[in-house]
């Protein structure tokens, strides 16, 4: 079978072992004559499954005690509505730096129930750049502070989080896991699976636990992270697919040597590609330098014709997922933990050959 | 492969066919050299994918074209909470049934953000039936009526839904595709996936579009009706892997004849082990005959220690998921559309053995 390379924003290319695992695991789990869809979520096996993979995101990115995981449904869709719900009080503010799509999406859904101050907007710039530490106008008693680390479509990311007084709540979907994050002093990070944790249809959620607390009665029962913390992600059936393949992508970043190593090899991976984009005017990066995501790289070329000829031709040298967002244009590479440095580097030598081409 | 007879309440087992076809189907969706959980929820793949699901649940409950079909993510216990939100108008009420735990859990929901008519109640009968019709007190302006169409943990059922004049709303979570039933006179249908339907992660609605209207201004995006409605189910990324599964589970109904087919076989598995339990004053059904569930049968034995004693040699002959639910104890066995007829038989034979053993 050939593995075709997988640029996709997401759902996105998932580890080749996770998903060869997953299938010899199917129809029979570990010779309980059932696959993993069809034991109760309440079984000493299931529950193996979820303390695993809890285990794993708290030794991967060193969470410590005070912080608890949640695996939730909805993603990070559905946290955007539950984090202003549970996390501001009546009456109170929080400050939502707009850095693009995702931010504004977020800060959208918070601004349906309650205050919201946007401390600082990348629109009139494009969404080109991550604002400089004295640009972000925050209030003095703001509930929560809210980014989001990675923007997907603009390929921009905070390089380094902002200092705040209040709790800094992080949307990491796009790159939780790609990089080493100090979890400490951040009041919740958050991110859907479909990216670098597993398939679809699963968030996981890391909280201080005394944000938790904060929650009005007026919010339905299932919308408290309370309601979760107090049944370990089981007060409902959750998705317990993506979460035996959390388990399984955990696993298989442990024993490549976890956050760290991880890290170092997308870095080199971006290098790659900004390299080929530096090398010469025939490419265009529209991103600033320093805010250059190393998850999604996107960049331009003379025209849209151009554009459309690459990427149809990429496509034809087995190389998919290359389209920019239907909102920008342009093309956009998505490399992932899972996207091997082989596909990072077909691309680059498709691109310079490309460029002899046409440039 | 042995596979194992699976009586488990949900998740529960699988048609063992779908599972060998995604099986088949890891690494490499139909030669695109990507996995079904590795392409994008806005490929021209996956639309195909989510239209058959659509469409094959659209044939097999024969959903007029009036109400709209939605694959959310968050089972029937988000649904819980967004029904009272989406379809009860500030300072009207709503009517529900209290069949049981589940009509409990929807109810207590609901209290939270509004009024609610509790039209009956069978907690001081231990839930042992379902209601004659005339004995509900439906208010005469509800803004709609929510029943439970299957008990699990009681092992009741509403053999026949009620008439109402408000929009009656049923939560079908363990008898959906079980049994044909007239969509056209209904509100709304939801039901979480992990017992007919497909691995746990999804919920199925089924909604007459006009209803989808009343939300408030107040509802977050995401908890609205009217906002899946308006992206064909791709607001966000869905659950993707079980909307998949969900089409191959459709497919594998339509093979076997479809619901009134499956009716049938699941009239008859039921038959054969209420014929057993009615045999000898050794078995105990603690529900009204007219109420029997033909998805989830529950029955007592003259001692705890015999019914412990049961689930024990059960499980030794290859039978798991006996166990009652804690809160009523006792033994159930959930025989859902993918339990094979054998699997009914072979736990009949086995209630057999142990009667002359013990009686």
Same mark, same amino acid.
């Given at each position: 079978m050939?593995r075709i390379?997988?640029?996709?924003a997401?759902?996105?290319? %998932?580890?080749?072992?996770?998903?060869?695992?997953?299938?010899a695991?199917?129809?029979d789990?570990?010779g309980i004559g059932?696959?993993?869809?069809?034991?109760s979520?309440?079984?000493?096996?299931f529950?193996?499954?979820?303390?695993?993979?809890?285990?794993?995101?708290?030794?991967?990115?060193?969470?410590?005690?005070d912080h608890?995981?949640?695996f939730?449904q909805g993603g990070?869709?559905?946290?955007?509505?539950?984090?202003p719900?549970n996390l501001?009080r009546?009456g109170r503010?929080?400050?939502?730096?707009?850095t693009g799509?995702w931010?504004?999406?977020a800060?959208?859904?918070?601004?349906?129930?309650?205050?919201?101050?946007?401390?600082w907007?990348?629109k009139e710039?494009h969404?080109?750049?991550?604002p400089?530490?004295?640009e972000?106008?925050?209030?003095?008693?703001?509930?929560y502070v809210?980014i989001?680390?990675?923007e997907t479509i603009?390929g921009?990311?905070w390089?380094?989080?902002?200092?705040t007084k209040a709790?800094?709540?992080?949307?990491?979907s796009s790159?939780?896991?790609?990089?080493?994050?100090?979890i400490?002093?951040?009041g919740?990070?958050?991110?859907?699976?479909?990216?670098?944790?597993g398939p679809?249809?699963?968030?996981?959620?890391?909280?201080?636990?005394?944000?938790?607390?904060r929650?009005?009665e007026?919010?339905?029962?299932?919308?408290r992270?309370s309601t979760h913390?107090?049944?370990?992600?089981l007060y409902?059936?959750?998705n317990?697919?993506a979460?035996?393949?959390l388990k399984?992508?955990?696993e298989?970043l442990?024993a490549r040597?976890?956050?760290?190593?991880m890290?170092?090899?997308?870095?080199?991976?971006?290098?790659v590609?900004?390299?080929?984009?530096?090398?010469s005017?025939?490419?265009?990066?529209?991103v600033e330098?320093?805010s250059?995501?190393?998850?999604?790289?996107?960049?331009?070329l003379?025209?849209?014709?151009?554009?459309a000829?690459?990427?149809?031709?990429?496509?034809?040298a087995?190389?998919?997922?290359?389209?920019?967002?239907r909102s920008?244009?342009g093309i956009r590479?998505?490399?992932?933990?899972?996207v091997p440095?082989a596909s990072?580097?077909?691309?680059?030598?498709? %691109?310079?050959e490309f460029e002899?081409?046409?440039?």
């Open positions: 050939a390379h997988n640029f996709n997401g759902p996105a290319a %998932m580890p080749l072992e996770v998903i060869e695992k997953a299938r695991e199917l129809p789990l570990g059932m696959s993993v869809m069809e034991i979520h309440r079984s000493k096996e529950q193996s499954i979820v303390d695993a993979a809890e285990a794993g995101i708290r030794r991967l990115m060193k969470v410590p005690e608890v995981i949640l939730l990070a869709s559905l946290q955007f509505a539950m984090l719900m501001r009546a503010s929080a400050d939502y730096v707009d799509n931010a504004t999406r800060l959208k859904e918070a601004r349906i129930t309650g205050a919201v101050n946007v401390a907007s990348g710039d969404y080109a750049r991550i400089k530490p004295g972000l106008a925050l209030l003095p008693d703001a509930e809210h989001c680390s990675n603009g921009i990311r390089t380094r989080f902002p200092e709790p800094l709540v992080v949307d990491m790159d939780i896991l790609s990089r080493d994050i100090d400490a002093p951040l919740a990070v958050y991110a859907g699976a479909q990216k670098n944790l679809s249809g699963l968030a996981v959620v890391i909280l201080r636990r005394d944000l938790a607390e929650v009005p007026t919010v339905p029962l299932f919308l992270y913390i107090a049944d370990g992600s409902n059936t959750p317990t697919w979460i035996y393949m399984l992508t955990c298989w442990e040597g976890g956050v760290a190593a890290e170092r090899e997308n870095e080199r991976k971006a290098a590609l900004y390299g080929v984009l530096d090398s005017a025939f490419w265009r990066s529209p330098v320093e250059r995501s190393i998850m999604n790289v996107v960049w331009r003379g025209s849209e014709e151009l554009e000829r690459f990427i149809a031709e990429a496509k034809a087995g190389m998919v997922g290359l389209k920019g967002h920008v244009g590479a998505s490399i992932y933990n899972a440095t990072v580097e077909a691309l680059a030598e498709f %691109m310079r002899r081409k046409n440039g």
